[in-house]
């Protein structure tokens, strides 16, 4: 028992207080800021092994960068990323940063479901299917309820079945054969639901994009209501995006 | 000669592969892992050559640091004695071979699909159709979980038939992770591409296959890696094995219902990751390696910070440890537990933490060492019971020898070298590396075509072997066991679907 308490204290405090303005360690790549410096654009397109940099104007698309770094260690006075990690957005086109932009990517209550925060406004659980998730995205996604990041003190949390589930998270770039048992989970889940696609894997496809391995249709089926970029996502982009979702801001504990 | 003799990462003409008829093929391959428990396959595949299949087969010599690699050309029309009824550990190899190819066996015990890859032989077999094995009886049930799980994990179906509380067989069906990665290894062609569907095979192993496709590439293209390369290769697959090691233990104390395990474990791993944050700017260490280059050199800073990291992390895993391994509630889960014999283990061709918990001494770190190995003088930890227990002593004296590893490593800080350029492959190759990641021994293997573009890809996970591990290691243990058990391995689907 003794052992047990010293264990306990010499962790000291490991929760963060505040997640959604915690200072992430490191050279986090977050949110990117493109310069209107000018730059040879289709050697910048081409650096980007999925595609995501687009020309005239220089635009990258988060939902398919998988932020390797590559064009800012290649173009730095051009592409800088910055720490921010709220970049979860409900518009699939909000992913779309352009050259000289540098606001925060924010979510408009008006773009998102009236009876999301009506009905999900204080509590959220969620069923998390990996449809070809390489457990990046998985890995990420518990470690949002971890001691660290403890996203249950949010009343958000995964369950183990669909039928007590608000809404499913969506991991990996949806294989074909995942395809069949995502449309099932999803049909178990009570309405209203919410699909959440975490991970560029899961937004575009991410480098799978276009194998024929893949059945992407369920997605172009059903309304998003949450993108949350990253590769994987950092549980402060899920966290925060999905907080932003339900209208909520968390209480700020005394430190 | 029916066979070449290689290295780790060394190319070698395809046409010095020696060709042999099918019989002496199988003879020479059976033959080399049923004279010796060192020797095991470290990879079997085939590519389409003009009307017929070419297999290649590579066998690894853990004593004498050598591969064989032979070759047979083979025509899809005839039923071919199987490898399987020789050995075992080829089971797998083979069912792949049909699944892919269409070559049929005369006497392979268990031809069943392996992944239901896109590009299968036969596209009307679809993955609703798997032919479960079941038993008529009166006395027994069957319990089916997945392909989604109740916890955040990947997908695959496990089929359980019981005895009462008690597992009497169960049979894993994976596949749903299929993503068609080794073709389009093939198809993509700028190596951004490639090293990016690298670091994605599996996202828990990003730095042990980046490491062994870059190793790879470099010895397709003739490229020296300087000192400081070699030296974070090094560093990020250690840190890994830490990160993932810690993780699992915390995950094996969730499993049991040990909260203090569970919570203390899962918080150390979190230094670990976002020391690789500050690296590299990803938890996962995604974008970290890159053939050719030391994208993020590792500084004298980095060592600094990995310092105080270490001597954070290493009192308090201690403690916690110390704490684990002599409660009696968890040990009494953990001893006797799923247990794989060094027997089981060496006929299903075993590798990485799972064989050294069942007595094997696979480790590619010793058997074939590549970066700073061979100075690091390594020596693998093996226990004999081949139960949960050892699974996590294993995990547990890993991180320590890592730790001290990395303690070694940071003593002496190579500088940056100068850059090379590094050329396109060379044409008509085929090379093999092997790289000891924290699950176990991963194998990529290349042949380049007459242009020098990648030909055939061949990507093979530690969980390829270590799966048919888990499935017998349950055998007449309680199902509310699995969960220990099967997170004693955390085997990867990704990396086994690819």
């Not at chain 2, 066979?3 to 060709?19: D, G, K, L, R």
């Not at chain 2, 083979?94 to 036969?122: Q, T």
């Not at chain 2, 050329?423 to 290349?446: K, M, N, T, Y």
Request: with cysteine.
């Amino acid at each position: 028992m003794l052992n047990n308490l010293k264990i306990l204290f010499h962790q000291g405090k490991q929760y963060i207080p505040d997640v959604t303005t915690a200072k992430v360690p490191g050279i986090f790549r977050g949110r990117p800021v493109i310069s209107p410096e000018p730059a040879d654009g289709q050697r910048l397109a081409d650096v980007c092994p999925t595609g995501a940099i687009s020309v005239n104007p220089v635009c990258i698309d988060l939902g398919k960068c998988t932020f390797c770094g590559e064009c800012a260690l290649m173009f730095p006075e051009k592409i800088r990323f910055t720490t921010d990690y709220k970049i979860s957005v409900t518009e699939r086109d909000q992913l779309v940063v352009k050259e000289g932009a540098d606001q925060p990517l924010v979510i408009d209550p008006d773009k998102v479901r009236k009876e999301i925060r009506k009905i999900f406004g204080h509590s959220l659980k969620f069923r998390q299917v990996s449809a070809g998730g390489d457990n990046s995205c998985e890995w990420e996604l518990n470690a949002c309820g971890n001691v660290n990041f403890d996203m249950g003190r949010f009343g958000i949390e995964f369950v183990a079945s669909p039928r007590h589930a608000d809404g499913i998270v969506i991991t990996g770039p949806i294989t074909e054969n995942m395809a069949e048992p995502l449309q099932i989970c999803y049909d178990a889940v009570p309405a209203p639901k919410i699909i959440i696609l975490a991970g560029t894997d899961a937004i575009s496809g991410g480098i799978f994009a276009g194998s024929p391995a893949l059945d992407r249709r369920f997605i172009e089926k059903y309304p998003i209501d949450l993108f949350v970029p990253g590769n994987p996502v950092h549980p402060l982009s899920f966290i925060n995006g999905v907080l932003s979702l339900m209208g909520r801001k968390p209480p700020v504990k005394p430190q | 000669m029916k066979y070449i003799t290689i290295h780790n990462n060394q190319a070698v003409p395809v046409s010095e592969i020696p060709e042999s008829d099918y019989e002496a093929f199988l003879e020479l391959n059976a033959g080399f892992v049923q004279q010796s428990v060192e020797r095991h396959c470290v990879s079997y595949f085939g590519y389409v050559s003009g009307a017929g299949v070419k297999l290649v087969c590579c066998i690894a010599d853990d004593q004498s640091h050598e591969i064989y690699v032979s070759s047979s050309l083979v025509q899809t029309d005839k039923k071919l004695p199987s490898f399987t009824a020789r050995h075992t550990c080829f089971e797998k190899f083979e069912r792949e071979l049909h699944e892919n190819f269409g070559i049929s066996y005369s006497d392979h015990p268990w031809m069943k699909p392996v992944r239901y890859a896109h590009d299968r032989y036969d596209k009307g077999d679809t993955i609703g159709d798997y032919p479960f094995y079941s038993i008529e009886s009166e006395e027994l049930h069957e319990v089916g979980v997945g392909p989604i799980h109740a916890g955040v994990i990947e997908p695959g179906h496990f089929r359980f038939i019981c005895n009462g509380e008690k597992i009497l067989h169960l049979e894993i069906q994976l596949g749903y992770q299929h993503r068609g990665i080794e073709k389009l290894f093939v198809e993509k062609k700028p190596l951004a591409q490639l090293a990016t569907l690298a670091e994605n095979i599996a996202g828990d192993t990003a730095v042990g296959h980046s490491v062994a496709f870059a190793q790879l590439w470099e010895c397709l293209s003739g490229f020296e890696t300087s000192r400081d390369v070699d030296y974070a290769r090094t560093i990020a697959l250690e840190l890994e094995r830490i990160a993932i090691h810690t993780g699992d233990l915390s995950a094996v104390c969730t499993d049991i219902a040990y909260q203090l395990g569970s919570s203390v474990f899962g918080r150390l791993r979190t230094p670990i990751i976002n020391f690789m944050q500050e690296w590299c700017g990803n938890r996962l260490s995604k974008g970290l390696i890159r053939p050719g280059r030391n994208k993020y050199p590792f500084t004298q800073a980095l060592a600094g910070r990995l310092t105080e990291v270490l001597d954070r992390f290493e009192p308090d895993f201690i403690e916690m440890n110390r704490e684990l391994f002599l409660l009696p509630s968890a040990l009494s889960r953990f001893e006797r537990t799923g247990v794989v014999t060094a027997e089981d283990a060496s006929a299903i061709g075993a590798v990485g933490m799972a064989a050294r918990a069942s007595g094997l001494s696979r480790d590619i770190r010793k058997s074939h060492p590549h970066a700073l190995y061979p100075e690091l003088g390594h020596e693998p930890v093996v226990k004999r019971h081949g139960d949960v227990y050892s699974r996590v002593q294993v995990r547990k004296e890993e991180v320590y020898q890592s730790v001290a590893y990395l303690r070694k490593l940071l003593e002496d800080i190579p500088g940056n070298a100068e850059k090379e350029t590094l050329q396109s492959p060379g044409r008509d190759l085929f090379a093999l590396s092997l790289v000891e990641g924290w699950r176990g021994e991963i194998c990529h293997c290349a042949v380049t075509g007459p242009d020098g573009s990648l030909k055939v890809y061949k990507v093979k996970d530690p969980s390829f072997h270590n799966w048919m591990a888990l499935a017998l290691a349950v055998r007449n243990n309680e199902i509310s066991d699995f969960p220990i058990c099967n997170k004693s391995f955390n085997l990867s689907y990704c990396g086994h679907d690819l």
